[in-house]
């Protein structure tokens, strides 16, 4: 079959599942917090878990751009389930497969593409968020396997995962310079998931947690590329997450457009609908707007990268645009439903609530302005 039939194939598949089994729970996965765990496991078997990697690896053979615009597709009903795809697919999968070894590959991107088990990421700790370089996890080198001590926390699917690429230092001396990624398994002697489960502003559904490495044994061939190749692993993958990231916000934009859109044509004020008023039109017409540029930074990004460009500022920005669109779109259109928007009757609140993490996940909005200055400084002028 051509890429464009399977492209569209997949497309149509994960659409008819989305309308089916995800709209229906997403009110409850946000009100119960609970990961959907049923879906997700069905996600891996109809092969929406695996979609930009090889086929040999259990992945769809298909591009970033397919996998962007599934995240985005979920993302229109259920945030949180959207946000626990990002984290299995795009930042536990990613480094295993750009840079893990044909036997990690196998062993670890293989059912995480499948969905026979689940993928965290572990890099933030309680005193390195945006500043990497401060991380105080370390992985001392003894005979075969490396001994990791420290605390990750606001892990998404920390609880619920069965593989985890995390970050440790290997030559603390080195700072930055001395991090290096490990995949490991649920049951590694001296590693847990706390089982704390954060209490969240939104994407509630999505399980947040924190893991735990009390000299934790980790085989050397655990190592994700070389030792100290962290930095360089963590970027190619920050990177590609922040596109994800992005498909996140804007499907939430578009999914609150939607409800905004069907709205404003039955609700009537004043003896007219409300689409009359001249505020609403404003609202609706900057709407339209930012999701159309939205999409466009979104399309050039994943493009890019599935051209294998560099797509640093590109992500950055699509990022960063999504993000700060996706707060103002769902803040006006809980404003045009007026008390109705506010309720939780209906889902606008909770696109509300979840828009908020897309500006502080995989980089906040001020670290993605940093990033785009500087590349832009780098520029030749
Ligand atoms: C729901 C949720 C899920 C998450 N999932 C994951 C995950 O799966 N894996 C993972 O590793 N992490 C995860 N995170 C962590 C997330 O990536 C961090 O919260 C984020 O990178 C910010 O780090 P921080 O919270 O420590 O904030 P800080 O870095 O302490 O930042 C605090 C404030 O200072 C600003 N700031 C910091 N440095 C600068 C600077 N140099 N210039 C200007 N402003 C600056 C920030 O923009 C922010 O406004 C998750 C977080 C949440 C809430």
């Known amino acids: 079959m051509g890429k464009n039939k399977l492209q569209k194939r997949v497309l149509d598949s994960a659409k008819e599942f989305i309308a089916k089994e995800i709209a229906p729970v997403a009110a ?8 959907p765990l049923k879906n997700f496991k069905e996600m ?4 929406f878990l695996g979609i930009p990697y090889p086929e040999k690896f259990g992945g769809a053979e298909l ?11 979920i993302a229109k009903v259920c945030a949180s389930t959207a946000m626990s795809v990002v984290a299995h697919t795009g930042l536990a999968g990613n480094p295993i497969f750009s840079f893990g070894s044909e036997k990690q590959k196998i062993k670890f991107l293989k059912p995480l593409a499948l969905g026979e088990k689940i993928g965290a990421f572990g890099l933030t700790e309680p005193n390195a968020g945006s500043d990497i370089a401060a991380m105080e996890t370390t992985a001392e080198k003894k005979e075969n396997h490396y001994i990791l001590n420290g605390t990750k926390i606001f892990i998404t699917n920390a609880n ?3 593989i985890y690429v995390v970050a440790a230092k290997t030559s603390p001396e080195k700072g930055m310079m001395g991090i290096s990624m490990f995949v490991l398994e649920k049951g590694t002697e001296g590693f847990k998931a706390s089982g704390k489960k954060e209490k969240k502003l939104g994407m509630k559904g999505a399980d947040t947690g924190e893991l735990i490495f009390d000299n934790a044994i980790v085989p050397e061939k655990n190592l994700i590329g070389r030792k100290n190749w962290g930095l360089k692993i963590l970027h190619q993958t920050l990177v590609g997450a922040r596109i994800g990231m992005a498909a996140i916000a804007l499907g939430i934009s ?6 905004c859109l069907e709205y404003v044509k039955q609700r009537k004020q004043f003896g007219e609908y409300l689409y009359h008023f001249q505020s609403i039109k404003n ?4 709407m339209e707007m930012n999701t159309s540029a939205a999409d466009l930074l979104l399309q050039k990004a994943a493009v890019m990268k599935d051209e294998g460009r560099n797509v640093t500022k590109e992500a950055s920005e699509a990022k960063l645009f999504a993000s700060e669109m996706a707060m103002k779109i769902t803040k006006d259109a809980i404003q045009i439903f007026g008390g109705y928007g506010y309720s939780q009757d209906l889902p ?3 696109f509300f609530r979840d828009a908020k993490i897309t500006e502080i996940g995989d980089g ?3 670290i993605q302005r940093l990033i785009i200055a500087d590349e832009i400084i780098k520029r030749p002028t």
């Open 28 to 35: 409850m996965t946000d009100e119960k917090e609970k990961f």
């Open 44 to 47: 891996g078997r109809l092969g």
């Open 63 to 73: 591009d970033y751009l397919t996998y962007a615009t599934i995240v985005r597709e």
């Open 160 to 162: 619920v995962a069965d």
């Open 254 to 259: 578009e999914g609150a457009q939607k409800y």
């Open 283 to 286: 609202m609706l017409a900057d």
């Open 348 to 350: 606008l609140e909770r």
């Open 364 to 366: 906040t909005s001020e």
